[in-house]
């Protein structure tokens, strides 16, 4: 299991728990009807909006709060649950090591209640290394999860929310973002889910998560949005949700829905001291993951953009601190030293924003720099390349 200090890739078997909704506001929520289930995903209508009345004057003259509009959660998040939970999957994966010459289980690793779990789901000698999530995201049997979860596996197993298991095929993966894309075969077309869009996410907004913590199987909670645009050090394209719903080891891949029943993160990784939930947990946001998922269908990999510079933005501005030789940016025309104002009329307010918008495009698409290069202002145009495999390294 990768971890990034305390970051814990979610791979694996945990615990749940589930949010209640403060009870000052049961007073002002309507309870939602009942809708009925349907094999294809229907949203859910929008969470009502309560006013909090303006605080009243104050004789010493502080200034008065003005009204406030809550948006609220429902009193219960079960019809949202009986819509979305048919199209989340739990993914059991196995290895299998060669020791003298012949193949026998891995050894068991993990706390003994891991072990316990690994040892029962033990089959045709296939050790049980991991469990993990996904969801649905086509009829035809596509489901996303993370490549950490299936990524070194011989073999993946699917289990549906029916009890159903079937066996799965790997369609590809991208590393960069932890996104894989693998594929059951079902006589009749799956419940699945939908995109969000998590650029209309907002730091407050409830939020539900489900998965497989801990092999228990399927499994919800709940919270809400603490934070935006975090960086894990993981990769260039690093801009995570931050989510405080319970999530544990086997809640990763599985999917994080708006109260609309849309998929808006991919749960990907949780701080932990002490291996379960303390509340910090992150989501891979949808704006990212889509695209990769239809490159995937697609072509089965995805290649990144890549310009070959290294950055400091500890002033406040873009520099180029150095330039690789050969690479995009030198072909190109970038020179160390050039301050970067913008990319294709979009400001640069930093380092990492400038990697995420290169990585996010396609190697060979031309790329117009608004360059500051000893006092002067010009612009720069060069095709960005393709993204080495030891980048990161």
């Known amino acids: 299991m990768r971890a990034v200090l305390a970051l814990v890739l979610l791979a694996g078997f945990g615990v749940s728990q589930a949010y209640a909704l403060p009870s000052f506001l049961e007073k002002f929520l309507p309870r939602p009807p009942p809708s009925p289930s349907h094999p294809v995903i229907p949203a859910v209508p929008p969470a009502s909006v309560v006013q909090i009345p303006a605080q009243a004057a104050v004789p010493d003259g502080t200034p008065a709060l003005p009204p406030v509009l809550v948006q609220s959660g429902p009193l219960s998040f079960a019809p949202l649950v009986q819509r979305v939970i048919p199209a989340v999957v739990n993914i059991a994966i196995t290895q299998i090591s060669s020791e003298g010459g012949g193949k026998v289980p891995a050894q ?189 269908r697609r072509t089965g990999h995805v290649d990144h953009g890549w310009l070959g510079v290294t950055l400091d933005d500890g002033d406040g501005s873009v520099v180029l601190v150095d330039v690789d030789r050969n690479g995009p940016a030198q072909k190109g025309g970038l020179m160390k030293g050039d301050k970067i104002m913008a990319i294709n009329d979009a400001t640069v307010e930093n380092g990492r924003a400038l990697l995420r918008i290169v990585a996010a495009g396609k190697p060979g698409n031309a790329v117009t720099f608004r360059v500051v290069r000893k006092g002067k202002t010009i612009m720069v145009t060069l095709p960005i390349g393709k993204r080495p495999a030891d980048a990161d390294e």
């Open 108 to 296: 068991i690793k993990g706390t003994p209640l891991e072990k316990r779990y690994r040892e029962k789901m033990q089959r045709h000698q296939e050790e049980i290394l991991g469990a993990g999530s996904g969801f649905i995201v086509d009829p035809s049997g596509i489901i996303v999860t993370n490549d950490h979860v299936v990524g070194d596996a011989d073999n993946v197993t699917v289990s549906l929310s029916n009890g159903q298991e079937l066996p799965a095929k790997l369609i590809g993966v991208d590393a960069l973002t932890d996104i894989a894309v693998i594929k059951v075969e079902s006589p009749k077309p799956l419940p699945y889910v939908t995109w969000g869009d998590s650029h209309k996410v907002s730091v407050g907004d409830w939020i539900l998560v489900a998965g497989n913590p801990f092999g228990f199987g399927s499994s919800v909670s709940a919270g809400i949005v603490s934070a935006r645009g975090r960086d894990l050090g993981a990769g260039s394209l690093d801009d995570f949700l931050q989510l405080d719903a319970p999530i544990n080891p086997g809640n990763s891949g599985g999917p994080a829905f708006n109260m609309r029943g849309q998929v808006v993160a991919v749960n990907a990784a949780m701080v932990s001291p002490a291996g379960g939930s303390v509340g910090i947990g992150f989501g891979i946001p949808s704006e990212i993951v889509a695209p990769i998922v239809d490159e995937i």
